[in-house]
């Protein structure tokens, strides 16, 4: 028989936990976890914005425009968005309300300051009544505000779930707009690849509105720089969201996706 040491003595046996108190530890370990994810995932967040936003004058000698912020409409990847009343137009008495997308100015991540960018970029080129409207970008403070057309009435998926369903007639407009949109957009050889119900917006008349351009890209290759007709590039990221992805985003080297992964999503949507 092996010896016992003076110290393997000394050991006290743990007590054995009930099934019961075992659950308790680890749904409070779960809570505490999530809430240490959810206050990481805050500090991401630009701060709220103060009564009063000031953008700079858009030409040397003109005046500031003033933004007075409203109601927080919601909260991005790594965005808040609010209302923006424009002050100081001159003209009229009449009030016209934006929304303002807030991120940080500078943010923790080179590749999330690339990707805002980026959607910056393609944003600000796409014209189109379908499409929501991008009006301009500036830094205020700590923050960057980038100034859209507000859809007064929601996301598509706000509607669905007030009113659990569409009418056949209701479904077949808002195809034909979705459609219109995207075909204007791969024309300029862009991808939205991330189309979703809480992605398409709904105006003050009900018209759609395709909105959130975040992983958004442009679909060029190396050849058509330099005025040569070529394939065009395709994509390897793995991004998008689960219940919409197409196949050939998941799929690891199969040559990548392109704009058929927005054809995907009109599917899974309609």
């Not at 809570?31 to 040397?60: N, S």
């Amino acid at each position: 028989m092996e010896a016992l040491s003076p110290r393997s003595t000394n050991i006290q046996a743990r007590p054995k936990l009930s099934k019961l108190k075992e659950k308790q530890l680890a749904d409070e370990e779960a809570k505490r976890a999530e809430a240490a994810k959810k206050a990481l995932k805050e500090k991401e967040y630009a701060p709220a914005p103060p009564e009063w936003v000031l953008q700079p004058p858009i030409t040397k000698g003109g005046l500031a425009e003033k933004f007075r912020t409203g109601k927080c409409l919601g909260k991005g990847g790594f965005a808040i968005c609010y209302e923006g009343e424009l002050r100081n137009k001159g003209k009229g008495t009449g009030k016209t309300i934006y929304a303002l997308k807030i991120v940080k100015t500078y943010m923790n991540l080179k590749k999330m300051e690339d990707k805002f960018r980026t959607e910056l970029q393609i944003h600000a080129k796409m014209r189109h009544p379908n499409i929501v409207e991008f009006h301009r970008a500036f830094t205020f403070k700590d923050s960057t505000y980038v100034v859209l057309e507000l859809c007064s009435n929601g996301s598509i998926m706000d509607m669905v779930k007030k009113r659990r369903c569409l009418t056949l007639p209701e479904v077949r407009r808002l195809t034909v707009q979705l459609c219109g949109a995207i075909k204007y957009m791969h024309a300029r050889n862009v991808i939205h690849r991330d189309l979703k119900m809480g992605n398409l917006f709904l105006d003050h008349d009900m018209n759609l509105k395709i909105g959130d351009f975040g992983l958004a890209a442009v679909l060029v290759s190396k050849h058509e720089y330099q005025g040569l007709y070529d394939q065009k590039s395709r994509r390897t990221t793995l991004c998008g969201t689960p219940n919409y992805i197409a196949p050939e985003i998941l799929e690891k080297g199969k040559g990548g996706h392109d704009y058929k992964v927005d054809i995907w999503a009109i599917g899974v949507i309609v």
